[in-house]
């Protein structure tokens, strides 16, 4: 079993930026690919990023890319997501989670198995 933890989330002007944190527990982080998903209310959860067990490969969902950056510190059992160029349509309850088969970067939310409980981000125009 792994137990996420989201931080950072917030209100932010349009433009701003804000760097979200997902703290893991357990030994085996470091083998799970790891992913960021949000859902704005009435919509669906959606891909926002994901990223490699290594840190050598990221995806990204084409509304973020170029603003968005995931990045990992497996020794801190740590992803991240720092938010530039924040939009008022990316404000959303931002969630991380983890992927236990860690060969392949997926980006469907029905293929992760492990979830934080969300932090909140709220852009406002």
């Known amino acids: 079993q792994v137990q996420l933890v989201e931080s950072g989330g917030g209100l932010v002007q349009a433009g701003g930026s804000l760097r979200l944190s997902c703290a893991a527990s357990g030994r085996t982080f470091s083998s799970y690919t790891m992913g960021w998903f949000r859902q704005a209310p009435g919509k669906e959860r959606e891909f926002v990023a994901a990223?490699?067990?290594?840190?050598?490969?990221?995806y990204y969902a084409d509304s973020v890319k170029g603003r968005f950056t995931v990045s990992r510190d497996n020794a801190k059992n740590t992803v991240y997501l720092q938010m530039n160029s924040l939009k008022p349509q990316d404000t959303a309850v931002y969630y991380c989670?983890?992927?236990?088969?860690?060969?392949?970067?997926?980006?469907?939310?029905?293929?992760?198995?492990?979830w934080g409980q969300g932090t909140q981000v709220t852009v406002s125009s």
């Open positions: 990223i490699s067990r290594s840190a050598g490969s990221t």
């Open positions: 989670a983890a992927d236990r088969q860690g060969l392949v970067v997926r980006t469907q939310a029905y293929e992760y198995d492990y």
